[in-house]
C-alpha cells in the first residue's frame, strides 16, 4: 500500500509559479511509475505529467509542455511538479499517482492516489 499525499497548491496570478509536492509513505516509490494528473470542475480527470522508474524519462501533456516540469526524488520517497507560466485554464485539482505497470499516461492503470491539491490561477 502507497500512501500520497499532496502540497503547494494554492491561489496564484496569471504567469506565476507553484511548486507541488507528493509525499509518499508505506513503500518505496522506486518501485513505482508516477505521475500527476488534474481535474476541473465539471471535467474528466486529465494525465499532466508522469516520470518513469529510476527517472529516466519524463512525459509531459501538450498543453503543459514547456511550462511544467515533473521530477522524483527518490531518496526522499518525493515527487515534485514544477509550474511556471500559469494559466487561469490550469485551475483544477491536481493529485499525484502511482503504478507499476507500464504507460506513463494511462489514467486507469494508475493504482494510488492522492487526495489532491487545489490550484486555482487568476486572471
Known amino acids: 500500500q502507497v500512501l500520497l499525499v499532496e502540497s503547494g497548491g494554492g491561489l496564484v496570478q496569471a504567469g506565476g509559479s507553484l511548486r507541488l509536492t507528493c509525499t509518499a509513505s508505506g513503500r518505496a516509490i522506486s518501485d513505482y511509475i508516477m505521475g500527476w494528473f488534474r481535474q476541473a470542475p465539471g471535467k474528466e480527470r486529465q494525465f499532466v505529467a508522469a516520470?518513469?522508474?529510476?527517472?529516466?524519462?519524463?512525459d509531459h501533456a501538450e498543453s503543459v509542455l514547456g511550462r511544467f516540469t515533473i521530477s522524483r526524488d527518490d531518496a526522499k520517497n518525493t515527487l515534485n511538479l514544477q509550474m511556471n507560466n500559469l494559466k487561469p485554464e490550469d485551475t483544477a485539482v491536481y493529485s499525484c499517482?502511482?503504478?507499476?505497470?507500464?504507460?506513463?499516461?494511462?489514467?486507469?492503470?494508475?493504482?494510488?492516489w492522492g487526495q489532491g491539491t487545489q490550484v486555482t490561477v487568476s486572471s
Open positions: 516520470v518513469s522508474r529510476g527517472g529516466y524519462t519524463t
Open positions: 499517482a502511482a503504478k507499476r505497470g507500464p504507460s506513463l499516461r494511462a489514467i486507469a492503470s494508475y493504482e494510488y
